[in-house]
């Protein structure tokens, strides 16, 4: 099993969840076998899809996209960082299971773009992770002792490593040649070394 890329999927839920619900829009839809998705856009067939609203703390709805300031009554964890609403931490976790599904419809190896996807999320989870210190929702501690990790992983991935790749590593790098799947899915389905 690789550790590292196993650890980039804790990662993202420690980086995604937090701030999740503050940073881009989530869009959650059903496909026609009745399967619920969520992602940060919807897919061709769902483009009139809209953004998830969530009802905050103080009972007013906000966009799933929009950044909450200093609200009055913020409740903090016991290392200083701020709680997140039960209904962020709800969504968080139906974001989290969606994260970790592939998408049944399997596409050629193409290691560019395998490459090019396992970069752009590691490189998501740090910007995530940045934001949840600037809102307060993750420790400067926790982010510095996680984004090495991460950045570490990142570095292990390449074109050059793709192409001679085989078994399990193979097929993760198949599974994200794909745009519709995460690493947490992929690594989940194709433990590899």
């Given at each position: ?19 999740g619900a503050q ?48 609200k009055p009554g ?44 396992i970069h752009d ?73």
């Amino acid at each position: 099993m690789n550790k590292t890329l196993s650890w980039l999927a804790m990662a993202a839920l420690v980086c995604g969840l937090a701030a999740g619900a503050q940073a881009q829009p989530v869009y959650k839809w059903v496909d026609a076998q009745g399967k619920t998705h969520y992602g940060s856009q919807p897919p061709p067939s769902h483009a009139d899809a809209e953004p998830l609203k969530l009802q905050s703390n103080n009972g007013s709805t906000r966009s799933v996209s929009s950044s909450s300031s200093g609200k009055p009554g913020q409740q903090y964890n016991a290392d200083g960082t701020k709680k997140i609403p039960k209904d962020v931490e709800e969504f968080g976790e139906g974001l989290k299971k969606s994260l970790q599904t592939v998408d049944s419809k399997q596409v050629p190896l193409n290691c560019t773009a395998a490459v090019g996807n396992i970069h752009d999320q590691a490189d998501t989870m740090l910007e995530v992770g940045q934001k949840n210190v600037r809102d307060g929702y993750m420790s400067k501690a926790d982010f510095d002792k996680n984004a090495p990790k991460i950045r570490e992983a990142r570095g292990r991935y390449s074109v050059s490593d793709c192409q001679s790749s085989s078994g399990n590593k193979k097929l993760f790098y198949q599974c994200m040649s794909s745009s519709n799947n995460h690493v947490m899915g992929c690594d989940k389905q194709y433990k590899h070394e």
